[in-house]
C-alpha cells in the first residue's frame, strides 16, 4: 500500500512507482507522456516503470552527472521538445536524481511557459530532499543552483527500490540531507541517529518518512524562502562554495560530501555565532566525521576561493554573507552574518579536526 505525503496542491506518494503512475495518469488527458532520463536511469530505472507507461511516450536523453547541469543541457531538452512537437497538455516526468529533477523541472516551467512534470526521484538525497518543496535550477558559471525559479511538481513519487541502483558513496551522499533536517529540526531524529552503531543499519522506510515529513513542514510554511525555509540552507553555504570550488578540480565532490563539509564549518559558526553548546558541536563534529570518513580537505585550504565564491552565495543581502545557524540540534536560527574572519576559522577548525 502506498502512503501519500498531502502538501497544499501535490502529493508525494511514497512507494511503488508503477502503481503510483497508473493511479496519477488514469483520469489525466495528456496529449504526450515524456520521459527525462540520463545514461544510468535509463539503463537501471526506466524498465521499472516502462509497463506504466503508453506506448508511444517519448525518451529525452541528457547527460548525467553536475557538470552538465546548465543553460546547454536544457537547450539539449527544449531541442528534443520542439522535435516531438510537445505542446502545452504535455506531460514531463523527470526519472532521475537532484541534477535531473532541477534541471528536468526548470525546464518543463520555461517550455511554453510552462508544462506539466512530475518527479520520480531515484537517489536518496533527491528523494529526502531535491524533489520536494519546488525549487528548480540549473548551474550558471560555476555557481550552484544560480539560474531558476519555483514552481511545483505536480506529484513526486518516491519508490525506495531504486535506492538498490545507489553506489554506496551515492547512498552516503544523500544521507547528509537527512543529517541535516534532523539537525535542524527535530532533536529525536538527530539523537536516534547518534545512538545507531552503524549508519547504515536505521530503518530507511522510517527515516526517509521522517525526512520528506520535516521538508513538507518547512516548504509549506514558506514556499518562497522568505524565512523559515531559510533553515534548509543548514550546511549549504560554505558547502556550495565548496562545491563549486571542487568543480575545478579532477576530484569534483558528491554534494552530500560538500554539505557534510558545510554543515560542519557552520555548526562552529553556530557554537560562535548562535549559543550552541560546544558539546554539541563536538558531537555533530564527531558524527559527520565518522560517516564522511575519507574526505578530502585540501580545498579547505584555499580560502580565498571559498570565500571569493562564498561573495557570490544567492542567499547574501547587500553584500552581507547569511548563514541558517543552530541555536541547539533540532533549533534552527537564520539571517546569520558571518564575516572573513568567522568564516576563514570554521574552514581551520574542519581542517584540524579532520586529521
Known amino acids: 500500500m502506498n502512503k501519500v505525503v498531502t502538501l497544499d496542491n501535490y502529493d508525494v506518494v511514497y512507494g511503488d512507482s508503477s502503481s503510483a503512475l497508473i493511479t496519477y495518469l488514469s483520469d489525466k488527458s495528456y496529449t504526450s507522456i515524456n520521459v527525462i532520463v540520463d545514461e544510468n536511469t535509463r539503463a537501471h530505472c526506466l524498465p521499472h516503470i516502462t509497463d506504466s507507461l503508453p506506448k508511444d511516450c517519448k525518451i529525452i536523453d541528457i547527460p548525467s552527472g553536475e557538470k552538465h547541469k546548465g543553460l ?25 536524481g ?17 508544462v506539466d512534470f512530475i518527479q520520480i526521484p531515484t537517489t536518496l538525497l533527491s528523494q529526502v530532499d531535491a524533489s520536494i518543496g519546488g525549487k528548480l535550477a540549473v548551474d550558471f558559471r560555476g555557481l550552484k543552483n544560480f539560474i531558476g525559479l519555483f514552481k511545483n ?13 545507489l553506489s554506496d558513496e551515492e547512498f552516503r551522499s544523500g544521507y547528509a540531507e537527512m543529517i541535516k533536517h534532523a539537525l535542524i529540526r527535530d532533536h ?28 513538507k513542514d518547512v516548504v509549506e510554511q514558506d ?15 560554505i558547502g556550495h562554495a565548496v562545491e563549486s570550488l571542487s568543480f575545478e578540480t579532477d ?26 553548546p560546544n558539546e554539541e558541536l563536538d558531537k ?30 544567492k542567499k547574501n543581502k547587500g553584500g552581507r554573507i547569511l548563514f541558517s ?16 574572519k568567522h568564516i576563514f576559522a570554521s574552514l581551520d577548525y574542519l581542517i584540524s579536526s579532520g586529521k
Open 72 to 96: 546547454s543541457t536544457c537547450e539539449i531538452i527544449w531541442d528534443q521538445m520542439v522535435r516531438y512537437q510537445l505542446d502545452r497538455h504535455a506531460l514531463i516526468i523527470n526519472l532521475g
Open 98 to 114: 537532484g541534477v535531473i529533477g532541477d534541471m528536468g523541472g526548470f525546464a518543463a516551467s520555461c517550455y511554453m511557459r510552462g
Open 153 to 165: 511538481p505536480n506529484q513526486v513519487i518516491v519508490d525506495p527500490k531504486f535506492l538498490s541502483t
Open 188 to 215: 529525536s531524529i538527530w539523537s536516534r541517529m547518534l545512538s545507531t552503531a552503524q549508519w547504515k543499519d536505521l530503518d530507511w522506510n522510517e527515516e526517509i518518512l521522517a525526512s520528506i515529513l520535516i521538508k
Open 223 to 237: 514556499p518562497k524562502e522568505k524565512g523559515l525555509r531559510k533553515i534548509l540552507n543548514f550546511g549549504h553555504t
Open 251 to 276: 576530484k569534483p565532490l558528491l554534494h552530500g560530501e560538500a554539505i557534510a563539509i558545510g554543515m560542519i564549518c557552520e555548526a562552529f559558526l553556530s557554537a560562535n555565532l548562535c549559543a550552541l
Open 284 to 313: 555533530i563534529t564527531s558524527y559527520i566525521l565518522s560517516v564522511y570518513d575519507d574526505l578530502d580537505l585540501t580545498l579547505l585550504t584555499d580560502q580565498q576561493e571559498i570565500f571569493k565564491k562564498l561573495k557570490q552565495d
Open 325 to 340: 545557524l543552530l541555536e541547539a540540534p533540532g533549533k534552527c536560527a537564520f539571517d546569520i552574518e558571518a564575516n572573513e
